[in-house]
């Protein structure tokens, strides 16, 4: 079977589909699928880890809003595809794998990644509204099978009003080689505490109201005799999005929140100083590789405050390091609260500030069971292995080759 992804971006520059692509590809290839990955290359930091001789990277034209490469249907033709499956809305992939798709008779298969909920459709409303009536209307109703990354996404997908069968698979992830006790016991070499926020900084993540809680849970939390608030710094990881990044540390300024700009590199290596030289929020810029991986071995819990998620990749990333983790009913992983691996948090500060001010009273026996949980749940569920297994399944049965799995509505 031969299987063609597409995405806007093969780089950094895609976030969590980027990553989350990879991962699927590299998975579905060791079981036996012969993978192509088409995608934009956006001059952001390459991603590493492909398989085979993936991904093709195509240089777009700057077209403000709307880039476009003029090559992206030859490399389609190119890679012979038995089936299609483009990853993310609203650009050329949209365009181009359906008019490629019905002009060769190949099936195809979409994964929105969150796209369609509610919060996602009314940003940028007027563009999006135009391109569901150019083009991407034309991309979901014509797709042989869409993909849904949680049972909250599909709903979002039949109140969009589409009705093709969809197959609700979630993401996976890649678990560190290290055991527990290896992991705790680096966490707890720190001198320091990190509640760490890894990812886009877009408004959707919630970071603005973050802040303005962490004021809050520093302030309701020192008041009390033998208080280790003061031994917790708020890291904040990931790459700038549309100068949000400014709008936080201008936030930092207005609250008489200290904070400190210091290059992940340079924040892991000179990360023992005494805390009461530290800022209580610090900024590191983005993180992949190793980087990231020394980043979460550092932190002891994770924080994800969105509005709008399809599946959120760093979710399971912090579980998969024994991280506790706090987040709100948008990340779509209710399995996380059921398995006492989570936090519940609303979007509002009230609520963030709430569930920051048991994390800083938590002992650390409760906050490592935490983590623990998550990692067995995502032990038990959320594996690329049964990913790429079970995507497989529906390629075939779209295919004509078995029955429907069971997987899909």
């Given at each position: 079977m031969n299987c063609t992804h597409s995405t806007a971006s093969v780089t950094t520059g895609g976030?969590?589909?980027?990553e989350a692509l990879r991962q699927l590809a590299s998975a579905q290839a060791a079981i036996g699928v012969d993978i192509q990955v088409i995608g934009f290359n956006d001059g952001c930091q390459p991603i590493l880890g492909w398989p085979g001789n993936n991904p093709v990277g195509l240089i777009p034209i700057s077209i403000p809003g709307f880039p476009w490469a003029t090559g992206f249907r030859h490399d389609l033709s190119r890679s012979v595809p038995?089936?299609?499956?483009?990853?993310?809305?609203?650009?050329?992939?949209?365009?181009?794998?359906?008019?490629?798709?019905?002009?060769?008779?190949?099936?195809?298969?979409?994964?929105?990644?969150g796209m369609?909920?509610?919060?996602?459709?009314?940003?940028?409303?007027?563009?999006?509204?135009?391109?569901?009536?150019?083009?991407?209307?034309r991309n979901l109703r014509g797709a042989a099978c869409l993909?849904?990354?949680?049972?909250?996404e599909a709903e979002s997908m039949r109140a969009y009003g589409l009705r093709n069968s969809i197959a609700v698979i979630p993401n996976g992830v890649e678990l560190p080689v290290a055991n527990h006790q290896a992991l705790i016991s680096h966490q707890s070499q720190s001198e320091k505490r990190i509640l760490l926020f890894l990812g886009r900084l877009h408004p959707k993540k919630g970071l603005m109201?973050?802040?303005?809680?962490?004021?809050?849970?520093?302030?309701?939390?020192?008041?009390?005799?033998?208080?280790?608030?003061?031994e917790w710094q708020f890291v904040v990881a990931g790459w700038d999005q549309g100068g949000h990044e400014a709008d936080l540390k201008r936030l930092?300024?207005?609250l008489g929140l200290e904070y400190a700009e210091t290059p992940a590199s340079d924040f892991l290596t000179h990360n023992q100083e005494p805390i009461t030289k530290n800022p209580s929020v610090v900024f590191v810029g983005p993180t992949f590789g190793e980087q990231k991986n020394q980043l979460l071995r550092r932190a002891s819990a994770f924080i994800l405050p969105s509005f709008s998620e399809g599946l959120p990749m760093s979710v399971l990333e912090a579980w998969s390091y024994y991280l506790?983790?706090?987040?709100?009913?948008y990340c779509?992983?209710?399995?996380?609260?059921?398995a006492d691996a989570a936090l519940r948090i609303g979007t509002d500060v009230t609520s963030i500030a709430e569930g920051m001010c048991h994390l800083l009273r938590s002992p650390i026996s409760d906050l490592r069971s935490l983590g623990a949980n998550g990692r067995g749940l995502v032990e038990r569920q959320f594996t690329w292995q049964q990913v790429a297994t079970q995507m497989k399944a529906v390629y075939d049965w779209v295919l004509g080759g078995r029955q429907k799995p069971d997987c899909v509505r």
């Open positions: 976030g969590g589909i980027s038995d089936i299609l499956h483009t990853h993310g809305l609203w650009l050329q992939p949209s365009v181009t794998v359906p008019r490629f798709a019905c002009s060769r008779q190949i099936p195809w298969l979409v994964s929105p990644h369609l909920d509610q919060w996602s459709l009314a940003n940028s409303r007027r563009k999006k509204r135009i391109a569901s009536y150019l083009f991407e209307n993909h849904a990354l949680s049972q909250s109201n973050a802040l303005k809680a962490w004021k809050h849970a520093l302030h309701s939390t020192s008041s009390i005799q033998n208080s280790t608030s003061h930092c300024n207005e506790p983790v706090l987040m709100t009913d779509n992983l209710p399995e996380g609260f059921s």
